[in-house]
Nanobody, 121 residues
Framework: QVQLVESGGGLVQSGGSLRLSCAAS????????MGWYRQAPGKQRELVSH???????NYADSVKGRFNISRDNAKNTVYLQMNSLKPEDTAVYYC???????????????WGQGTQVTVSS
């Protein structure tokens, strides 16, 4: 099995910064795309950013220039550095990781438990 453990959420004032981490552990042969999604109350879950195994990144327009995604392949960990936070960034943030448990298996998507980020005005 594969487990994802998130950390780094919390309460911050508008303009502040937070860094989220998500570590994958368990039966892992290889990791492909790692990403972050968020879900605000009453809204659908949306992609924030993702990063491929080769380091290519993608960001939602709403966070471009403020958030930075990175990964440590040796630790199977993905990070999200969030700067210049706004109240509209308030949401539960979920990491999502594509993992292959054996060389002969397909990649499967796993979700973290979610971490709350609250930005006060």
């Amino acid at each position: 099995q594969v487990q994802l453990v998130e950390s780094g959420g919390g309460l911050v004032q508008s303009g502040g910064s937070l860094r989220l981490s998500c570590a994958a552990s368990g039966s892992i042969f290889s990791v492909n795309v790692m990403g972050w999604y968020r879900q605000a109350p009453g809204k659908q879950r949306e992609l924030v950013s993702h990063i491929t195994s080769g380091g290519s990144t993608n960001y939602a327009d709403s966070v471009k220039g403020r958030f930075n995604i990175s990964r440590d392949n040796a630790k199977n960990t993905v990070y999200l550095q969030m700067n210049s936070l706004k109240p509209e960034d308030t949401a539960v943030y979920y990491c999502n990781v594509d993992v292959r448990m054996r060389s002969y298996m397909s990649f499967r998507s796993y979700w973290g438990q979610g971490t709350q980020v609250t930005v006060s005005s």
